[in-house]
């Protein structure tokens, strides 16, 4: 992963190049200088020295070999999870947790091609219903109520 | 060591079937999450915690202490059944476990792997039990600098679970210490990196990030690989062992368990590197090395007894010194820290009320991992065969509570799935999330103790290698990083040899 390698390497250092400048607002006269800045500006050199030798140990061709790939339609398949998880959380506070997180494991089951209804159905209902008794009525911890519960 | 706090704290914690209860619980989500392979102790530990809120600290922690134990135990399950270890820990257990399980005797493997773990577990429990004290006496009279030294040799463990590459731990490290700068800077409370954020002010809160890590991580990555993953079915009988296959086995099991138990209490080493030495031993000790491997109940015995004993011996230096003996014990320190209570040698001090039983609960779930894990082994195997599509999305589902209820708050979702996709990436990457664990845990530590103590010495690092202990850490620690690094190097160099006879093989 050569190419990987050097690219990630130059977004290191150029994100040690931005901590170092950004974090020397917090400079405070403390004595001896050992201020707010301090440590963040160590640790931006020390990433600087790191990715340098990522770069370097990239050009002298000692990157690792790539191993499993990211599967193009497998990426696809989760970035639509993510946006199915997002609308979750929306949906929590209108409909309340229970009802929302019933929905949100229908909907990503049957996304990710679930046979069996039945199955389906009871698992989603099960796990929604067995999450929401335990914070509410076990553990007393509120979670989002809305129109529904 | 306080007797008689020890004693009531037994009797507090094995006679109230409440604590049973929740030992159970925990025990059997532990060996749950072990079976099913992908699923880490770590993040099972991780997904637990948020669950611990609303209990009673002691209840809540050895709950996550049943499953720590399960958690490794149930490794084997997987590893015997179906030749892929449900924990990295359980991999020397494959060796042989799974070449009986191809005979037909998975049963009699599984028993064994129970027996060898409990026994293996309560040894690592015991000495844990009795060694902890002591060493957090001496730990008492520590000051910044030497904190700050302990926490340098903390996060010398960065190499060892750095895995093929080193530089890419280390960054993984250094990314994992910048993370920790965000919030209130510890000594000057000036706001640091929240770009007007009224949520960043109190920094990235440590159970999001743990979950994001270990939780969404591994959830995206099976959404992403859930239509190409083969089904395995497994199937078993019997599983009590006979005695006298038991009797056969104990030396192994002894000899294992005290190993597994030191190398455990070494920061950085863990279970898995605890479970293949202790293989290694077995079989280079053994009267009959040449029929390791091909399915021998020591061959099962060895690896779950060193994995088992590991547990006890990695909660000493966490305990005792506040630094974490592996991930999973990294993640036990966030959650003592989150219950309010600081690992190291003020919590024998200040808080003998959790410490002891802490030792009584790690103690009896040994005895319930080895009642759940004879009684049901035939359930737990059956778990291997839940349809991943219904498994990962209430996985999912968990991380995202998990993420919410710590401070019912959304952003701390948004944050924990940030994380989780940063860590998605990194894994094809190389980059190791465990670093990132140790440096969020170690982080605030190594700041505060390295800025106050150059205050003390008026700038003068040298503070650092002139005061006795504080120098025997930093060069300790060194000296684990330089074998560590070897070791890494040694063991590259095989596999990289072992890949080229693999090509030319397919060559010729």
């Not at chain 2, 099991?253 to 279970?271: D, E, H, N, Q, R």
């Not at chain 2, 015995?301 to 990695?314: I, K, R, V």
Request: aromatic share 12%; proline share 5%; net charge positive.
């Amino acid at each position: 992963m050569k190419k990987e390698d050097i690219g990630t390497g130059i977004g290191l250092l150029i994100l040690s190049t931005w901590l170092f400048w950004y974090v020397g607002r917090y400079r405070v006269k403390e004595i001896y200088g050992y201020g707010p800045d301090f440590f963040p500006r160590v640790l931006a050199v020390m990433m600087a020295v790191l990715g340098l030798s990522l770069i370097i140990n990239a050009l002298l061709g000692s990157s690792l070999k790539m191993g499993d790939r990211i599967d193009p339609k497998g990426f696809v398949r989760l970035l639509i999870s993510i946006v199915i998880c997002i609308g979750y959380l929306f949906l929590t506070k209108l409909l309340g947790f229970a009802t929302a997180t019933f929905v949100f494991l229908f909907i990503l089951m049957t996304f990710l091609k679930q046979k069996g209804l039945f199955m389906r159905l009871c698992s989603c209902l099960g796990t929604a219903l067995t999450v929401w008794a335990i914070f509410r009525y076990f553990l007393i911890i509120p979670l989002p109520e809305g129109w529904l519960f | 060591m306080q007797f008689d706090l020890l004693l009531a704290a037994f009797g507090k914690v094995m006679l109230d079937p409440i604590n049973f209860f929740f030992v159970f619980i925990g025990v059997t989500s532990g060996i749950i999450v072990g079976v099913l392979p992908g699923l880490t102790a770590t993040m099972g530990v991780a997904l637990l915690i948020p669950f611990t809120f609303g209990l009673d600290p002691v209840r809540g922690l050895i709950m996550l202490l049943g499953l720590f134990s399960g958690g490794i135990y149930g490794g084997s399950i997987s590893a015997i059944l179906i030749g892929v270890p449900g924990t990295p820990s359980a991999a020397a257990t494959v060796l042989d476990g799974h070449v009986m399980g191809k005979r037909g005797l998975a049963g009699k493997a599984i028993g064994m792997a129970t027996i060898a773990s409990f026994f293996g577990g309560t040894t690592g429990a015991l000495i844990m039990t009795f060694l902890s004290p002591q060493i957090a006496k001496i730990a008492l009279k520590f000051g910044p600098p030497e904190f700050f030294a302990l926490a340098f040799f903390g996060l010398g463990i960065i190499i060892t679970v750095s895995g093929k590459s080193i530089l890419k731990g280390l960054i993984s490290g250094v990314f994992g210490l910048m993370i920790t700068t965000i919030g209130f800077d510890p000594l000057s409370g000036c706001p640091r990196l929240t770009f007007g954020s009224l949520e960043l002010l109190g920094g990235i809160t440590f159970i999001p990030a743990l979950i994001g890590l270990f939780g969404y991580s591994q959830v995206f990555q099976g959404i992403e690989k859930i239509l190409t993953l083969p089904f395995v079915k497994s199937e078993l009988k019997n599983v009590i062992p006979k005695l006298k296959e038991i009797k056969g086995v104990i030396k192994t099991m002894v000899k294992s368990a005290l190993m597994g138990t030191f190398i455990g209490a070494v920061p950085g080493t863990g279970c898995d590197i605890a479970a293949f030495v202790s293989y290694g031993e077995a079989r280079r000790s053994s009267k009959y090395p040449e029929k390791f491997g091909t399915g021998i109940l020591e061959g099962v015995a060895a690896p779950e007894a060193g994995n088992n004993g590991a547990t006890g011996g990695a909660m000493i230096p966490m305990l005792t010194l506040g630094v974490p003996g592996d991930a999973v014990t990294a993640v036990l320190m966030g959650a003592l820290t989150i219950h309010n209570f600081q690992p190291g040698p003020l919590l024998f001090r200040d808080h003998p009320e959790v410490v002891y039983p802490i030792f009584a609960g790690m103690i009896l779930a040994q005895f319930v991992m080895l009642g759940v894990g004879l009684g049901g082994a035939r359930f737990f195997a059956s778990i291997i065969n839940i349809d991943r599509r219904i498994l990962t999305p209430i996985i999912f589902l968990l991380c995202v509570v998990g993420s919410y209820v710590m401070r019912f708050s959304f952003f701390d979702v948004g944050v924990s799935l940030i994380i989780g996709i940063i860590a998605y990436f990194m894994n094809y990457y190389g980059f190791p999330g465990s670093p990132i664990l140790l440096a969020l845990i170690l982080g605030p530590m190594v700041e505060q103790n390295m800025r106050r103590s150059l205050i003390i010495s008026h700038g003068d690092p040298l503070i650092f290698v002139t005061r006795p202990i504080s120098a025997a850490f930093i060069f300790i620690g060194i000296f684990i990083m330089i074998t560590s690094y070897y070791r890494i190097k040694r063991a590259m160099e095989r596999e990289g040899k072992k890949d080229l006879m693999a090509e030319k093989e397919k060559v010729d």
